[in-house]
């Protein structure tokens, strides 16, 4: 599959930095994918938008793999499900770590495709959400129609229809597979850089804790029946309202407008099985869409319910829809780098941040034939490179700008980020009440502009969560009317919905980034504003989405603690 033009993913820092440079002022990078700065000569495989006709062949061929993949043995590291536990046991959420792991993942993942499928020119189909395919109607994201037939749903019968045949089918291959393998160096200290030290980090200190947490957990499980497999159903693929809005042109065109890599990805942990905070990629369309397939579903009248499904949970990637989702994730991770590089900002960390994030070991990802992959660590994913994939255009393409002077870039590049700290007038969010906090923002920024150019405001809300805190959801609201204890997604206060995916373990503060642009926009289009008055940002608790959990009661709501507010303007 490598184009023998392409150079090695595992460059020096120094080589890709210089390079970056280079082709950012003399190549025209910002026509170019992030792939091409590597390779001359277009990308050997592209990856369409699945709702194009050119990737109508691409979806047969999913199909024929995913089929080829469910009849492998569990034995293989292939198989359907095998490939869903990697993402059990190694996946990193609410991390620096999250865009990077999930690309090697998906890559490999697309290897095995192409190899099964006998189509040696697939790519992975991306779904982009924020696409309307219809400018006539009010825009009304969904499940693609194509993602119900046959396998392409969790719910076709030829998946695993109950948790207790998935368990006697992978129990005892899952026991006497080499993760569990205790390693030392050889000055008798345990290797925590190997599978078994990375299971120990999530607290999976036997097989009998992972199948606790895949079946057994009282707070819910990662598996679900054939009924339950998936939330959204063919007769109601829509999504709601707080999902739409995450979803949504205008929180997109924010999520890629940061000029730092930890502002746009998430924020840095000591490892990736940490949860440290999400960026607005990740915590508004990643967490969101995850959610809402997977059934957790907030009704217009403000109640959430929850019918159950694959993505909500960490084993999502029984459900196909979990790649295209990840696809368009990527796609947008490579449009957010190529804006970048057009600008002069930074595309990674830096420094001793780039050191610590590139050395990250990824030790669970297999290859086309089923065997453990030779590149281990972040820094071998950080750009596209022999995977050797571009992406059909999508929604947010018009961020990367076009190529700048040199002049330009060096001014650009030295333009500070802004920030201004909220005075917090009640920590507290629970069933008796919200949080909130006071912030001044100087009027040049309130101006309600939208422009490509207008600098775009974001809430850093760090709050303090209960240790099982899977399910707490809390509404930003700005300048709400007194006594408001939740708001429509159409309402002109709503910024956004704090949501979290997966089951995690919390141990520390958690910060979620909010746009906040879109927002005053419309505050400012209302004449909700007052001028030289602070903005009020409200964390709001909303109704748990938890009825597997045995202690939760009918209109239980969220509590935390909010520690701070900084508003950051890029």
Not at 111 to 116: A, F, H, P, S, W
Not at 144 to 164: C, G, K, N, Q, W
Not at 404 to 421: C, D, P, Q, W
């Amino acid at each position: 599959m490598q184009n023998n033009k392409s150079r090695s993913l595992s460059m020096s820092r120094r080589e890709f930095l210089k390079t970056t440079a280079a082709a950012a002022t003399t190549m025209g990078a910002a026509a170019l994918p992030f792939s091409k700065l590597y390779a001359q000569g277009p990308a050997k495989y592209r990856r369409m938008n699945i709702s194009s006709p050119e990737a109508r062949r691409t979806i047969e061929s999913y199909k024929k793999a995913i089929r080829a993949m469910l009849a492998l043995p569990p034995s293989d590291p292939r198989n359907w499900y095998r490939i869903a536990l990697t993402h059990t046991m190694d996946c990193p959420h609410g991390n620096w770590w999250f865009l990077v792991w999930h690309r090697g993942y998906i890559g490999w993942f697309e290897q095995i495709c192409r190899e099964l499928s006998g189509d040696p020119a697939f790519a992975l189909p991306y779904w982009d959400w924020t696409e309307n395919t219809d400018p006539r109607k009010p825009f009304r994201p969904s499940v693609p129609a194509v993602m119900f037939e046959d396998v392409l749903t969790p719910t076709d019968s030829v998946y695993i229809p109950h948790f207790r045949e998935f368990q006697a089918r992978y129990r005892d291959v899952m026991a006497k597979a080499d993760y569990w393998k205790r390693i030392y160096k050889p000055d008798g200290e345990f290797d925590d850089a190997t599978q078994y030290g990375q299971l120990l980090a999530r607290g999976i200190r036997t097989p009998d804790d992972l199948w606790f947490d895949i079946i057994d957990d009282p707070r819910g499980t990662f598996f679900f029946d054939q009924a339950h497999a998936r939330g959204l159903t063919k007769a109601k693929p829509g999504f709601d309202g707080k999902t739409a809005k995450a979803v949504s042109l205008q929180t997109l065109l924010d999520a890629l407008a940061p000029r730092d890599f930890l502002t746009f990805a998430s924020p840095k942990t000591m490892g990736h099985s940490g949860l440290t905070g999400f960026g607005v990629l990740e915590g508004q369309p990643h967490n969101r869409v995850h959610n809402c397939v997977g059934g957790i579903f907030t009704e217009a009248g403000g109640n959430t319910t929850d019918s159950g499904g694959f993505m909500q949970a960490n084993l999502s990637p029984v459900d196909p829809l979990f790649f295209l989702h990840h696809s368009n994730i990527d796609r947008l991770w490579d449009v957010w780098t190529r804006k970048q590089q057009a600008r002069g900002y930074p595309v990674l960390p830096e420094g001793s941040d780039y050191d610590a994030w590139s050395a990250e070991p990824f030790l669970f990802f297999a290859d086309s034939k089923g065997r453990p992959v030779i590149k281990t660590t972040a820094g071998d994913y950080a750009t596209i490179g022999d995977f050797n994939y571009d992406y059909q255009p999508g929604s947010g393409e018009q961020v990367v700008p076009p190529v700048l002077t040199a002049g330009a870039l060096k001014a650009r590049a030295v333009t500070r980020i802004e920030r201004f700290s909220a005075q917090i007038t009640r920590p507290t969010a629970n069933a008796t009440g919200t949080a909130s906090g006071a912030v001044m923002i100087p009027p040049a920024l309130l101006q309600g502009r939208m422009e490509p150019e207008a600098p775009r405001l974001f809430a850093q809300v760090t709050i303090a969560l209960p240790p099982l805190a899977h399910g707490h959801d809390f509404a930003v609201l700005v300048n709400a009317p007194a006594g408001a204890t939740g708001a429509d997604p159409s309402s002109p206060h709503y910024a956004g919905t704090l949501s979290m995916f997966g089951h995690h373990l919390v141990h520390a503060p958690v910060t979620f980034t909010v746009p906040l642009s879109g927002t005053i926009a419309a505050l400012h289009e209302g004449k909700l504003l007052q001028a030289n008055a602070p903005l009020d940002i409200r964390i709001v608790p909303e109704q748990m989405a938890l009825p597997r959990v045995l202690a939760a009661k009918p209109g239980m709501k969220a509590k935390a603690e909010v520690l701070s507010i900084v508003v950051e303007a890029h």
